[in-house]
């Protein structure tokens, strides 16, 4: 992306950010607005005092409105069936576009980041979650795939700039952070899943109006983030000069891919398991009612998780270590399915959700401690998540697959099994105290 003026046109140009207010410290670098808009780096420490509490509060409001307005379409999948009409082959796809959307569009949030600045581009996410909400209530399956899509396009985009924000804001806090924005994905996506039906069961409401109440959680959080956009910094011309700029190389990495290959990995194993566990609950016996609800109680617990892994990691833990508790915190719940999947599922769940709410929180700190400053870190972002949620994307198909083909889940979970051995050990190896290369 090419600058537009000369040093001193670009130092005068402002940035979307938060002023410094009356002592608080140093201004931070912020983002340049107009063509040479990126997420520049912050100043040491980053924001501070009531600054960083507005712009913590508005990260996790932005962050419970991630998986809400997907997730609520999960519980509401037999209504929704038996009056559009749609196939199962239309509702597996329906499932299956937003990780889509996800991996496909994670390549232009960074391109976004830098047009429009991090604080525009995030409001922006909120009002396509807020339109793909909207356009769902129309009476059309057409409208219905395309508000999902718009959803997906929003969240893709949020889901790539949100770690980048942490880096830049919070680079002494971004373990507290990371544990805060993890926790309001699982937080949202228990919400969605436990709340959605006795919502519409206790309002009598239809299966759109129930999804498009989920677009109220989206208005407050474009609401409570429109402040972060009106307000102003200015930027060195020389930091907003190299932000305008996207990292070159960083393909080649090997770092880079490792904290790619953990990103995939764990998402794979949670999509995968997520997509099949009530229904292999089912088949040993128990009612749909109860399996949905061990499903929900899973991310309930992934909440604890996916807070207490990055925070630990803050407290001199090693972050190694920390992966590979959570795989076999994984493989733990998930052998117990396989033995016992009725007796013993509350246990089972809580293994499960301990596991991958701290294997996300690591992939996530993971970008934010692997990348040099902000730019490098939406653009690892970038990287690791298109590749994750593509890969993440094909997990559900393929253990669905694998079961037809071998007549029980025997052999789907242990395969879900075996791939927490490369986990673990890209793990260890993402763990590693570098930073990704790349200019």
């Known amino acids: 992306m090419r600058d537009t003026g000369g ?8 940035a979307a950010g938060i002023p410094a207010g009356p002592g608080a410290a140093a201004p931070r670098t912020g983002i340049p607005e107009g063509p040479v808009a990126a997420a520049a780096a912050p100043a040491e420490g980053g924001v501070t005092g009531r600054r960083a509490l507005y712009l913590g509060l508005g990260v996790v409001l932005l962050a419970l409105n991630l998986r809400p307005a997907l997730v609520a ?35 232009l949030a960074p391109r976004l980041g830098r047009r429009f600045g991090m ?3 995030l409001l922006g996410t909120m009002a396509l979650i807020c339109g793909g909400t909207a356009l769902r209530l129309l009476d059309s399956v057409v409208a219905l795939f395309a508000g999902t899509v718009v959803i997906g396009a929003g969240i893709a985009v949020a889901n790539v700039l949100l770690p980048g924000l942490i880096k830049r804001d919070f680079p002494a806090r971004a373990g507290l952070m990371t544990g805060l924005y993890s926790m309001s994905l699982f937080g949202g996506a228990a919400l969605a899943a436990g709340v959605t039906v006795p919502f519409q069961q206790a309002v009598g409401l239809n299966w759109r109006a129930t999804l498009a109440c989920w677009g109220a959680l989206a208005v407050l959080a474009l609401v409570c983030w429109l402040p972060q956009v009106r307000t102003r910094t200015r930027v060195p011309a020389a930091t907003a000069r190299a932000a305008a700029h996207p990292v070159r190389g ?15 990995l764990q998402s794979l194993s949670y999509y995968a398991a997520a997509a099949w566990l009530p229904t292999m609950l089912t088949d040993a016996g128990m009612s749909a009612g109860d399996a949905g609800w061990m499903l929900s109680f899973s991310s309930l617990l992934g909440i604890t998780g996916s807070f207490l892994a990055p925070v630990l990691v803050g407290r001199r833990l090693r972050a190694g270590v920390l992966a590979t508790v959570g795989a076999l915190l994984c493989a733990a719940g998930l052998t117990g399915v396989l033995l016992a999947p009725a007796a013993g599922a509350y246990l089972w769940m809580v293994l499960l959700g301990l596991g991958q709410g701290a294997a996300i929180s690591l ?7 692997r990348a040099p400053d902000a730019r490098h870190a939406a653009q690892l972002s970038s990287m690791a998540q298109c590749f994750g949620y593509v890969l993440a994307a094909t997990g559900p198909a393929v253990l669905g697959a694998v079961h037809d083909l071998s007549g029980s889940w025997t052999v789907p979970l242990a395969v879900l099994l075996a791939l927490l051995l490369p986990q673990i050990a890209v793990g260890w190896c993402a763990a590693r105290p570098r930073q990704v290369a790349g200019r």
Do not use: N
């Open 7 to 14: 040093p001193a046109a670009v130092a005068e140009e402002p």
């Open 73 to 107: 379409v999960s519980p509401l999948v037999g209504t929704l069936r038996d009056d559009s009409g749609m196939s199962a082959a239309a509702t597996s796809l329906l499932t299956a576009l937003p990780l889509l959307c996800f991996g496909l569009l994670a390549p």
């Open 119 to 121: 604080e525009r581009s």
């Open 250 to 264: 960083l393909w080649r990495d090997p770092l880079a891919w490792q904290v790619t290959g953990y990103m995939g």
């Open 363 to 369: 992939a996530l700190l993971f970008i934010v401690q």
